[in-house]
C-alpha cells in the first residue's frame, strides 16, 4: 500500500485518466481513496482535518476507521461522499468510485451508488413522513419505482433488515420505532437507494448492546447478499474486531496505521493503536489501573513536520519532533515466519493484505526499537 | 509519561496524585457493613390511573450495598437503572418500598434528616455537556452544594474547593474558568469534584464515562478507583458498557424491564452467568473483549414498561423458555415463528390507533388483509403440524377482525408454559450469595446455560 501511493506534490484535485473508464474498474477497488485533503476554513485558523488519507474498499469487503473524537473519521465519510460544505472544502487527492473520478464534482451522478447510516437515527428520518413514505421516497428517485410496486419493495426491504410486521410498520412514524428499528429502517432508506458502498458512521454507537449485536448481524448478511462495500467508522474497537476486514486507525486527520483486523489486534504496530488497545478495560486485568493515553488528539492546523502523537507518545524520541513519518511495511513485524510462508508480501492479488504503519521507530535508519512503545498504567494522570 | 514531556493538554495530567496524601487511606475492599438496604422498591410513573396503565420503571427490586463496594447496574435502555438510582437518592418519590441507610426509611424522611442523606449521597450525571450550569465558573459549580448546604464559612469552603479541584486533577487557575472551556473528561472531573464537595459516603455514577473516548475514559475509571480508595466511597456504578463494569465493580445487579433478574460477585457473573438475560447480554459483547461462546442474538427489543408481559418479564425473549411438553417436536425456526407473530399482536394491540379505525376493524367494515401478509411471511416456508397451523390461523382470524389482544392471549394459552404464569423468585444460585430469577433452577427443569446451548444446536 505504502508503494501505490503517489506523493503528494500537488494540491489541486487531480484528473485522473481513468475517469469514465470502465476498463480499469476490473481490477481496481470498489472506492480508491487517494491522498485525500479536506480542509476548513474559519476565521481563526486553517483545520486540516483530513490530511493526506489513502485507503481502498473492494466490493463485498468491511474496512474499518478507527480512533477518538476529532481524529477526523466522519470528516472522511463525509468527503467521500461529497457532503462536505463550507467552511470546510475537499482539497486535495482523487476519490475513484467504480473508475470514476468523484472530486471533480461528479457525486451527483453518483448519488445512491454511495449510501450513508448515521450515528443517530431519529434525526437522520423526517419525523411528519412515515417510515414507508421516506423508504418510496428513495425507492421512486433512485430505482423509479412507484405505486404498488414500490409498496411492495419497500415491505420487502423492511423485512430484509429484520422488522416485522412489515406491512403495518410501513405506515408508522419514525417515533413509533424503537432505537435498534429506527437505525434498522434507516438501513433500509440507504438501501432503497440499491448502493454499492455504504458508509456507516458510528451506526451502533447509540444503540444497546444487544441491538448492537443484531444491527451487526444484520450489515453481515446483507453484504454477503448485496455484495456491498461498507467502510465503517466507530471509536469502539470490539465492535471492530467484529465486524471489519481491514482496519485503518486515524489520529489527528492521517491513518497511522492499516492492517488486516486479526493482525492489527494480535500485532499493533502503532504506539497508538497500542494505546488504545491496552486503555479498554476488558484487556486489562480487575483491580489493575488502566493503562492511558494522556493528553487529547490535537487539532491539526499546519502541515505536519513532525510525527502529530510524538506529544502523548511513550516511546518518542528526538526524530520524531522533526520528521513526519510515512507508511512503512511492518506486515513481517512480530510472528516471526508466519508472513513469509504465506506469501503476503507484496505480492500481486494480495491486495489489502500489507500492514503498515506510519512510525520512526520501524524505519531502519533509526536505531529505537518498537517495543519500547508501552503505555502504563496512569500514564496520562500522575506525574 | 515516562519521557517526561509536556503534554499538549497537561491539564488532565496533575494532582490526582497528591489525593493520597489529603484523605486518609482506607481499604477499597467492602468492610461487609451495610449501608444500604432496598427492599421492595417501585418507582411508577403516570400512576394517577387517568390514563391508562403507569409505566412500571421500577418495579420491586431489592438488594443491600455493602460499604465500600461497587454494585454495578446493567441492562439494557429502559430497564429501570437511572430511575433505580435517581429513586434511592430521593430524586424521584418511590411509589412503594423502601431504602434503609442508617436505621431510618430514606425515602420518607424530611426536613433536617432529609438535607443530611442528601449530603450523605450525591451523584454523578451521564452527559459531561449538560450537567454543568455554562454560565457558571468551574468554582462556581464545585461551591454551590456547599453553598446550598451552608458549609462552614466562606473562606472555607474556597479552600475546600481548590483542595477538591486538585483531588480530581484539574489544576488551580481553572477555578476561574467556564464549563465550555473544557474537554469532556475534564468536565466529567468538574461533575466528579461537585459530587464530592460535601464529602458523601454514597455515590449514584450514572454512566459517567459513556459519553467519553477510550483514552478518556481509562482516566476517568483509575481517578474514580482512586477516589473510592482514598475517601472510603461507596459506588452505585449504572453502566451499559459491560467491560467497564467487569473492570470497576465488585458485584453486579443485571437489571430487565424494571427488575433485577441476577445478582452477585462480578466475576462470576460474567464466567458463569446464571439468568438467561445475562448470558444473552454478555454474550453481545463484541470481539474478542467479550465471552469465548457463542453469540445468542435476542430477537427485538424489550416490551414497553407500560404492559410488561405476564408472568416472568423476559419471557418474550427469552432463548431457554420452558416450552409446553405436548410441543417438544416442534422446530427453533418454528417457535421463533410463533414468538414473532406474539409479539406482532402485542405491538398492534398497543399501537396508537384512531378510535375510529378501531370500530371500522370490529365492525368488519376494513378487515386487516396485513396480518394475513404477516403470516405467510414469518410462516410461508415452515412445515406445521396440523394442530398447530389451526391455532395459528384462529389467532390471525382474530387480528384480521381487529381482536389482536384476543390472538395474542390465544397463542399465550396455547404455546405459553410456567414462564408465562408466575413471576419466577429468587434462586440462590451460587455459595457467595449470588441470586437468579428464572424457573428453570428449581428442582425438574433443565439449566438455563444447558438448555440455551441444546437449542442452539438443534
Known sequence: MADSRPVSDDSGPTSQPTAGGSADSEDEPLLVVDELQTTFYTDKETIRAVDGVSLDIEAGETVGLVGESGSGKSVTARSILGLIDDPGRVEGGSIRFDGHELTDGSWEQHRGDLSIVFQDPINSMNPVYTVGNQIREALRIHQGLRGQEAREEAISLLEAVGIPDAPRRLEEYPHQYSGGMRQRAVIAIALACDPNLLVCDEPTTALDVTIQAQILELLDDLQREEDLGILFITHDMGVIEEIADRVNVMYAGEIVETAPADRLFDEPQHPYTRGLLASIPGRTAEGDELPTIGGEVPTPTSEPDECRFAPRCPAAFDACERIHPEHVDVSSVGTAGVETTDGMSGAEGTRGMEHTAACLLHEDRFEQSPGAATFEANGGDSQ | MSTGRTTPDETESTGASTAETAATSQSTASTGETLLDVQNLKKYYDDDGLFGDPVQAVDGVSFDLRKGETLGVVGESGCGKTTLGRTILGLEEATDGSVIADGRDVTEISGAERREWQRDAQMVFQDPDSSLNDRMTVGEIIREPLDAHDWQTAEDRRARVFELIDKVGLREEHYYRYPHQF??????????????ALEPEFIVLDEPVSALDVSVQARIINL????????????LFIAHDLSVVRHICDRVAVMYLGNVVELGETEAVYTDPAHPYTVSLLSAIPGSFGPDRDRITLRGTPPSPRDPPQGCRFVTRCPAKVRPDEYDELSEAAWSSIESLHTVFRARANADESVLDRLKAMLGR???????????????????????GSVIDEAVDRARTGDDEGAAELLREEFGSVCNAEQPDEHVVDADGRFSKCVRHQDGYDDPGAVIERRANR
Open chain 2, 183 to 196: 474537554s469532556g473528561g475534564q468536565r466529567q472531573r468538574i461533575g466528579i469534584a461537585r459530587a464530592l
Open chain 2, 224 to 235: 474514580l478507583d482512586r477516589l473510592q480508595d482514598d475517601l472510603g466511597l461507596t459506588y
Open chain 2, 366 to 388: 376494513s378487515v386487516r388483509e396485513d396480518v394475513a401478509e404477516t403470516r405467510t411471511d414469518l410462516f410461508g416456508g415452515l412445515d406445521l403440524p396440523s394442530e398447530v
